[in-house]
């Protein structure tokens, strides 16, 4: 069944902590988990909840996420009449305006909106790990007569990542919406997913910037607190933040542990991504591998131990991986030794040389 509800992911003005994994490509088109990109979670969660209708506003360093994302059609949104968009930024006349917010960019692709007969708009960040069903979210919505729904979760250790805490009252209703710096008594999180009716975003837009004011939740949002109705929706799965380094290597570890793999890819749809057409992970005689997440392509001819591999990955006779992550088509020479790094796509690490 197909939502009456149009996605968003809203990649303008997302943090950027994360040193040189994003040196070349955006935050959300970071790998993750041995095959997957950090966008693939949001975008799997709107497909699976049969959103059909799924934007992606970019914003820098977008051409590794456009190549990752194509058509749409690992996700199944190549329609003609609905599908995937991928809407750059829009192009400024004076550079100080590459700062403007992401209202900003909504009213200048209002056509976008316009164009779709949604009723409602669910958008999203593209660093948030979960699996998520819009679908009671949606209902939930509804049937709460709120303006806007915060999709939220109770979270006490975030791993270094960085998120917004709320605070609500018995009924659910948000009467706080904390900054990302503020420390709050609290332990439920926002995770930057914001249901509301396409009419009073479009509204948002147009009252916030008439007021020189230019981003959704730190202005029309959190602004909005005590006029508008703001409704918490607390999600139940499993949560990453990932938008630090810190985060990044913390929750890929949380990967290892399978109550959290089941959590993630098991309990409400696939977590679908773009796949490449690799052999299967092949072990030679000698080599060891325990606890770890291998993909298609590896060669091991070396240990692994408590380590994600990306695919293509070569790991040659007497070389060591512990407790790392290494990304697609690297190659560990013999006698090499990795221990708590991360290896970009592509790094050839020399014999004998040791990284720890």
């Known amino acids: 069944m197909q939502a009456n509800i149009l996605g968003i992911i809203n990649l303008i003005h997302e943090p950027d902590e994360m040193g040189s994994l994003t040196a070349s490509r955006c935050l959300a088109s970071v790998p993750f988990?041995?095959?997957?990109?950090?966008?693939?979670?949001?975008l799997s969660s709107m497909a699976n909840s049969g959103i059909t209708?799924?934007?992606?506003?970019?914003?820098?360093?977008?051409?590794?996420?456009?190549?990752h994302l194509g058509s749409g059609q690992h996700w199944d949104l190549q329609q003609r009449d609905s599908g995937l968009s991928i809407i750059p930024p829009f192009i400024m006349e004076h550079a100080h305006e590459t700062k403007r917010g992401d209202l900003y960019?909504?009213?200048?692709?209002?056509?976008?909106?316009?164009?779709?007969?949604?009723?409602y708009v669910v958008i999203t960040r593209g660093y948030m790990i979960c699996n998520v069903d819009f679908k009671p979210a949606l209902a939930e919505h509804?049937?709460?007569?709120?303006?806007?729904?915060?999709?939220?979760?109770?979270?006490?250790?975030?791993?270094?990542g960085k998120a917004r805490k709320v605070k609500t009252d018995t009924s659910g209703r948000i009467t706080a919406i904390e900054k990302m710096a503020d420390e709050a008594d609290n332990d439920l999180i926002s995770m930057e997913m914001y249901i509301m009716r396409k009419e009073?975003?479009?509204d948002l837009v147009d009252t916030s910037l008439a007021q020189g004011q230019d981003h959704l939740v730190e202005h029309a949002i959190m602004g909005g607190v005590d006029e508008l109705h703001i409704?918490?929706?607390?999600?139940?799965?499993?949560?990453?933040?990932?938008?630090?380094?810190?985060?990044?290597?913390?929750?890929?570890?949380?990967?290892?542990?399978?109550?959290?793999?089941?959590?993630?890819?098991?309990?409400?749809?696939?977590?679908?991504?773009?796949?490449?057409?690799?052999?299967?992970?092949?072990?030679?005689?000698?080599?060891?591998?325990?606890?770890?997440?291998?993909?298609?392509?590896?060669?091991?001819?070396?240990?692994?131990?408590?380590?994600?591999?990306?695919?293509?990955?070569?790991?040659?006779?007497?070389a060591v991986i512990r407790d790392s992550i290494v990304m697609s088509?690297?190659?560990?020479?013999?006698?090499?030794?990795?221990?708590?790094?991360?290896?970009?796509?592509?790094?050839?690490?020399?014999?004998?040389k040791r990284y720890a």
Request: with cysteine.
């Open 33 to 42: 988990g041995g095959q997957y990109r950090l966008i693939d979670f949001a």
């Open 105 to 119: 960019h909504f009213y200048q692709n209002r056509d976008y909106f316009m164009h779709h007969s949604c009723e």
């Open 231 to 318: 409704q918490s929706y607390v999600h139940e799965g499993c949560l990453g933040v990932v938008n630090t380094l810190a985060s990044y290597y913390e929750n890929s570890m949380q990967l290892l542990r399978p109550g959290i793999r089941k959590g993630l890819f098991a309990q409400r749809g696939n977590i679908l991504t773009k796949l490449n057409d690799e052999p299967p992970a092949r072990y030679v005689e000698g080599s060891r591998a325990s606890n770890s997440i291998i993909a298609n392509g590896c060669i091991i001819e070396g240990t692994v131990i408590n380590s994600i591999l990306f695919e293509g990955v070569h790991v040659r006779k007497g």
């Open 200 to 202: 009073l975003l479009l």
């Open 329 to 352: 088509n690297s190659v560990i020479e013999d006698e090499g030794f990795v221990d708590h790094v991360i290896l970009d796509k592509e790094v050839r690490m020399t014999s004998a």
């Open 142 to 160: 509804q049937a709460s007569g709120a303006d806007i729904t915060i999709i939220c979760k109770q979270m006490s250790d975030l791993l270094g």
């Open 53 to 67: 209708k799924v934007g992606i506003f970019a914003h820098t360093k977008y051409r590794d996420l456009m190549d």
